[in-house]
C-alpha cells in the first residue's frame, strides 16, 4: 500500500524508482541513460540522479565507452557492476552437488560442481551434502566479495516461506528444513555474518532463469518444462513467477494422464512423467536394463542414455525412433492439457525436451493441433536457452531479490556490518 | 509505472488510493472510517479527504448510523451507493439468457431472465440472441440510472482484449466478434452513448465472483471448477484472476485424462469433461436416453436430471450411488493433477459439483490423499456460494473495473455526457 503521508511519499517513489532502474540494468548489463529514461518512462533528471545513488553504492558504473562497440559518438553508458556484491547460489541437483559465486548482472564469477559418484546412489545423507556445500562455499568466497544473499535449487517440493523440504524423492529425502540448515551451517559457519537465505524447487527456478536471461525472456505467459528423471515445471503467469499458496505450484510432473498406466513413485498410477519421462525413454527403447540406465546401480541419471537414444533416433534406427514418438506424444499430450490451462505466449522445453528438440518438435505439434482446444497458432515451442546452468542462474535471480527490491537498504546494511 | 514528476506524484498516489477506499467499500458495503483506514493503511486525516471526494462524486453516503446494527455509540459509517451508478450484466448460458442491472456494492437491482426454449436447441442465431439481449436491456435500464460499464459472460472462449469469442460450442458458435456486437447493438441502441463492453468466460467470471463475494473471498490462490454439460474452470494465482496470453486461459476441461476414453466434441479423446461432466453421470446412471437427458432433442441442459441421480444416490440407489461415485472419481483424478500444479489453498466446486458437493467429498477427499504430490492438507474443498448467479455476479464485477480503477476520471466523463 502506497500511503499518503507528506514527507514520506516523494521518498516510497524515489525508491521505487531506484529499485526500477537497477533491475533494468542488472537485466540489460548496460544501457545509456536515455535508454534507461525510454525503458522506465522515467524522465532524464531523474534518471540521473538515481544512476548517482546507484554509483555512489558501488551497484553501477558510469563512462563515455560504448559497451556495445557500434559507431558514432558514444553516449555516457550506465554498466551494472558484477564484482561489488555477489551472491551465493547452490545447486542440489540428482547426481550432482554445485556452487556458484554470481555477480550482479547474472555474471558468475565462479563455480564448482562435484558428482555424488555411486556412494550417494541410494539416497543422500543431508549431512554429507550440508558438508560437500560448506567446502564449495568455503574454496569460492573471498572477504573483498560481500555476499547479499543465498539461493539454493533443489530436486525436491519446497514450502518457498521457509525452505523447508517436503519430499525430495530421488535424493530419499523428506521433511529437510533446508532453509535453515543452510543458513546456519553454511552461510553462517563460511560467511561469518547472515544474509537470506531462499530455496526453491529446480525446475521452479529453471523458469525464473528462462524467464531472465534465457529462452524466455520478455514473454508474459510462460509453460517451462524440464525433461529428467521426472519432469519438472515452471509457470510464469501475466510476467509473475506462479509459486501457489504455499510454494509447491509447479508440480506437473504428477499430472494424472493415463489412468491405466504404470505405478508411480508418488502413489498415484499413468503420471505425466511415468509415461514421457526419462525412465519411459529408455524402457520403450529397449534399454531399461542396461548398465547406464537410470535405475542401474551406480548411476542415477541416464543423460547419457537418452541422448544415444536421441541420436540412433535422428539416424533412422526404428526402435529408437518409436520410444521418441511415443514420449512426443505423451509429453504432446499433458502439454495441450497445460496449454488450455494457462494459454502461454511460449512454452520452453528443457533437459532432454530441449536436447531433443528436433526429433520430439513434429509430433508435439501434430498432437497440439488435435487437442489444444485454445487457439494455440499463438503459442510458440521453444528449446531451453540455458541448459543445465538454469538452476544456478534461477538461484541467484532468487537470492539477488532484496538487493533489488531495496538496493539502498541492502547496501546500508551491508556497511553497517562491515564499519562493525 | 510511479513517475516522479514534481506536481504529479502527489497526484497519482491520491487517485491511487481513491481507488482503494472505493473498492474497499465497493466489496465491504459499509465500513466506519477508522476500520477503512485500518484496512488500507492510510491515515485517518487521508481517508477523511478520500471519503470527502467519493462522497462528492456521489459514489458513498456518510451518517451517523450503525449499519450493522451492534450497540453502543454509533460511529459515522461510510457506505457505498448502489443507486447511482450501475453496469449492465449479461449471461448467455446454455439454456438461458439474462440481463442485470448491478449497483455499487454488487447489489443485483434488477433482473430478467429468459429460457431458450426449443427451438433455440439446434444452434443460436446471433441476431436473435441480440434481440433478446436488446430487448431485456430496453426493458431494465432507467435514464436516472446511468450505466459506467457493460459485463457479458458466455459460455464460450474468449479472447479478452476485445470480447472476440473465438468458439462456443455449446452455442452453435465459432468467430463471434460479441464484445463489438454488443457495443454497438445493444448498448449504443439502448443507452444511446459508449461504455466499456467486457465479455469473458462464464467460469472465469465464477471464479471472480466466488473470490469477490462468494465462498474464495479472502483466498489468494484458488481453483475454481464448475460441473455442467462441460467443466468450466477459473484460477486466481497469487490474488489474481489468470487470464493467459491472451485470455484464453482456464479451459481446465480439455485436460486429457483418460487417452483410451470418449471422442470429445473438441475433437480430443477422454477429455475431463467427457469423463466428469454432466454426460458421463447421465451415461453412467443409464439415464442417457431418456427424454430429459441433455442430448435429447428440445434439452440441452441436464441439471434436473443430475439433479434426480445425485437425490437418489443420497437415498442409497446402487446405479445412481455407482454413477456419482465415478464422476468423483474422474473428478479427483483431474483435480489431483490441478492442485499439483496450483498448489491452491481452496478448490471451490460450482454447478453440479456444488450441489452434489455432500455426496462427492468422501471420494474426491480419499483420491487426493493418493495422488495430491504437494501436501494437500492444506487445500480446503468447499462448495460454491453463489450458485447459479456467480456469472452476472462476476460479469458486473468486471464492469466495475474501469470506475473501481478510477474513479474521479470516469465519473467525470459521466458528468460531461450529462451536461451535454
Tied chains: 1, 2.
Excluded at 558514444?74 to 541437483?93: C, H, K
Excluded at 569460492?140 to 566479495?145: A, E, N, T
Excluded at 537418452?306 to 499430450?333: K, S
Aim: net charge negative; proline share 5%; glycine share 14%.
Amino acid at each position: 500500500m502506497v500511503r499518503i503521508e507528506h514527507g514520506s511519499t516523494h521518498e516510497a517513489v524515489r525508491r521505487h524508482n531506484l529499485s526500477v532502474v537497477l533491475r533494468q540494468l542488472h537485466l540489460q548489463g548496460a544501457l545509456s541513460r536515455s535508454e534507461l529514461a525510454a525503458r522506465t518512462e522515467l524522465n532524464r533528471s531523474t534518471i540521473k540522479a538515481l544512476v548517482e545513488q546507484l554509483d555512489s553504492l558501488d551497484l553501477v558504473v558510469e563512462g563515455d565507452l560504448d559497451l556495445r562497440g557500434t559507431r558514432g559518438r558514444p553516449s555516457t553508458m550506465v554498466g551494472i557492476r558484477s564484482d561489488q556484491v555477489v551472491t551465493l547460489a547452490v545447486e542440489i541437483a540428482v547426481d550432482s552437488i554445485a556452487v556458484a559465486v554470481v555477480g550482479l548482472g547474472g555474471h558468475v564469477l565462479d563455480i564448482r560442481r562435484v558428482d555424488r559418484g555411486t556412494d550417494g546412489a541410494a539416497g543422500t545423507d543431508v549431512d554429507d551434502m550440508l558438508g560437500t556445500i560448506h567446502a564449495l562455499a568455503t574454496e569460492l568466497c573471498q572477504p573483498d566479495r560481500p555476499v547479499v544473499g543465498a539461493g539454493v535449487a533443489v530436486v525436491g517440493i519446497v514450502r518457498r516461506a521457509d525452505g523447508f523440504v517436503h519430499v525430495a524423492p530421488n535424493l530419499g529425502w523428506t521433511a529437510v528444513p533446508l532453509g535453515e540448515l543452510v543458513a546456519s551451517r553454511v552461510v553462517q559457519e563460511v560467511l561469518g555474518y547472515d544474509v537470506p537465505v531462499s530455496v526453491a524447487n529446480e525446475a521452479d527456478l529453471g523458469v525464473l532463469a528462462e524467464h531472465t536471461r534465457g529462452a524466455a525472456q520478455g514473454a508474459a505467459d510462460v509453460v517451462y518444462l524440464s525433461g529428467e528423471v521426472g519432469i519438472g515445471g515452471g509457470i510464469i503467469a501475466d510476467g509473475r513467477w506462479l509459486t501457489g499458496a504455499r510454494g509447491y505450484a509447479g508440480e506437473i510432473g504428477h499430472m494424472p494422464v493415463n489412468p491405466d498406466g504404470l505405478r508411480c513413485g508418488c502413489g498415484g498410477r499413468g503420471c505425466w512423467e511415468t509415461e514421457a519421462g526419462e525412465r519411459a525413454l529408455l524402457r520403450l527403447a529397449g534399454d531399461a536394463n542396461r548398465p547406464d540406465a537410470p535405475d542401474a546401480p551406480g548411476r542415477r541419471s541416464g543423460a547419457g542414455a537418452v541422448d544415444e537414444i536421441v541420436t540412433a533416433a535422428r539416424g533412422g534406427d526404428p526402435q529408437a525412433g518409436y520410444a521418441v514418438g511415443e514420449v512426443a506424444r505423451w509429453l504432446g499430450i499433458g502439454l495441450a492439457g497445460l496449454i488450455n490451462v494457462f494459454d502461454p505466449e511460449r512454452v520452453v522445453l528443457g533437459g532432454m525436451y530441449g536436447r531433443a528438440f528436433d526429433v520430439l518438435e513434429p509430433t508435439l505439434v501434430e498432437i497440439l493441433k488435435d487437442r489444444a482446444l485454445t487457439p494455440s497458432s499463438g503459442t510458440e515451442l521453444v528449446p531451453a536457452a540455458l541448459a543445465t546452468a538454469a538452476p544456478l542462474v534461477g538461484a541467484a535471480e532468487l537470492a539477488f531479490t532484496p538487493l533489488l527490491e531495496q538496493p539502498d537498504r541492502v547496501m546500508d546494511a551491508l556497511m553497517n556490518r562491515r564499519s562493525q
